[in-house]
């Protein structure tokens, strides 16, 4: 099985700012993966075409379930509030999402909550300024059949340092009962080493710099399991592509011999 992870940047290049969603198509067409974890997804944005990204990424994968969650309504860096549960189908709203070539037997929403800091931040990689951290979220999917991975979840944390600790701990407890193997992938805006050393019960499959996508130095995109001993990794690679600041990283797993 074929996992990644990857944050869009709403599909905007790094190198001349455009959002082309032939380009994104063609990103994640070339990522190959049976499941997929997005991060900074727009849906019903002007400034990505007012697609809706998640399920254009599921159309590139040729994914049969896939599914979006909102983090906010409205635009980042703009005006915008927290997304309620309601809010699943409002436009404009900005997210996470998850798409699978395998079917989904059950997603779940799981609010993690926010910063009440203004923290500095490029807005579009470009502008800097005080901002209001955005509400987090992460969307579960527990994978019908009886495949090497039973739950997998995408996530993007704070950029707020300590608070990201804090909700990665939030979803974890919140994944107590998930079916295993779960595998939670996702930028989490923590170094390299950090999320395994706050984990003890999980693994890391990947240890590859993704940040920034055209010479990394640092790891934020991460893929864990628990338990630890469930998955045997075949081939992990942080990968360019022509949209993003970020690599997208992906990671073959198989069950152990």
Do not use: C, K
Not at 87 to 94: I, K, M, V
Not at 116 to 139: K, W
Not at 181 to 195: A, K
Request: proline share 9%.
């Amino acid at each position: 099985m074929r996992l990644a992870t990857f944050n869009l940047l709403h599909g905007r290049s790094p190198a001349d700012g455009v959002v082309d969603p032939d380009r994104l198509v063609a990103a994640v067409a070339s990522l190959d993966a049976d499941v997929l974890a997005l991060q900074e997804v727009d849906r019903g944005q002007d400034r990505s075409g007012r697609v809706d990204q998640t399920a254009v990424a599921a159309h590139a994968l040729g994914a049969v379930d896939a599914r979006f969650v909102p983090a906010l309504v409205g635009t980042p860096g703009e005006r915008w509030r927290a997304a309620e549960v309601g809010d699943a189908d409002a436009e404009p709203t900005y997210g996470v999402g998850l798409a699978s070539r395998l079917p989904v037997a059950r997603w779940r929403r799981i609010p993690l909550g926010t910063s009440p800091a203004r923290l500095p931040l490029l807005i579009d990689a470009r502008r800097p300024a005080l901002v209001r951290d955005e509400p987090r979220v992460a969307v579960a999917a527990e994978l019908a059949g009886d495949g090497p991975v039973g739950t997998v979840v995408a996530t993007h944390l704070s950029f707020a340092p300590g608070v990201n600790v804090v909700q990665l701990l939030r979803l974890v407890r919140a994944l107590r009962d998930a079916r295993p193997p779960v595998v939670l992938l996702g930028d989490l805006n923590l170094p390299g080493p950090v999320p395994r050393a706050v984990l003890a019960d999980w693994r890391s499959l990947v240890r590859e710099p993704t940040f920034p996508t055209e010479d990394p130095r640092i790891q934020l995109d991460h893929v864990l399991v628990r338990p630890a001993t469930a998955l045997d990794v075949v081939t992990a690679v942080a990968v360019p592509t022509t949209v993003s600041d970020h690599r997208a990283l992906v990671v073959e797993v198989r069950e152990p011999r």
